[in-house]
Nanobody
Framework: QVQLVESGGGLVQAGGSLRLSCAAS?????MAWFRQAPGKEREFVAR????????YYADSVKGRFTISRENARNTVYLQMNSLKPEDTAVYYC???????????????????WGQGTQVTVSS
C-alpha cells in the first residue's frame, strides 16, 4: 500500500502562486491532482504519466498550472500560477495502483489518495 502526503497549500491572493508537493512512500504509476470545493464533487485537475512524458489538464487550469514529477524522490508537484478565487478547494494527490481501470479523469481510476491540502485564494 502506497501512502501519499501532500504539502504546500495555504492562503494566497488572487494572481499569486503556490506549489503543491505530493510525496509517495513508494513507486507509483500515473499520478494526478484532484480538488474539491465545499458542496461540490471532487474534480480532476491534472495528470502525469509514470515517465512524465504525458500530461493532461482540466480546461479550467490549462496554461496556469503545471504538473511534474521526480521519480527518484517519488514526488509529484503542482505549480499553480495566476491563481483565482475559484481555485479555492482542498487539493488531493492520487496515484494509480497496479490494477487501474476506467476513465483517467475520474477519481475511481486511482487507488492511492493523500489526505488533502487546503488552498485558499482571496480576491
Amino acid at each position: 500500500q502506497v501512502q501519499l502526503v501532500e504539502s504546500g497549500g495555504g492562503l494566497v491572493q488572487a494572481g499569486g502562486s503556490l506549489r503543491l508537493s505530493c510525496a509517495a512512500s513508494g513507486p507509483t504509476f500515473a499520478m494526478a491532482w484532484f480538488r474539491q470545493a465545499p458542496g461540490k464533487e471532487r474534480e480532476f485537475v491534472a495528470r502525469i504519466s509514470w515517465t512524465g512524458g504525458s500530461t493532461y489538464y482540466a480546461d479550467s487550469v490549462k496554461g496556469r498550472f503545471t504538473i511534474s514529477r521526480e521519480n527518484a524522490r517519488n514526488t509529484v508537484y503542482l505549480q499553480m500560477n495566476s491563481l483565482k478565487p475559484e481555485d479555492t478547494a482542498v487539493y488531493y494527490c492520487a496515484g494509480e495502483g497496479p490494477n487501474y481501470s476506467g476513465n483517467q479523469y475520474q477519481p475511481r481510476r486511482y487507488e492511492y489518495w493523500g489526505q488533502g491540502t487546503q488552498v485558499t485564494v482571496s480576491s
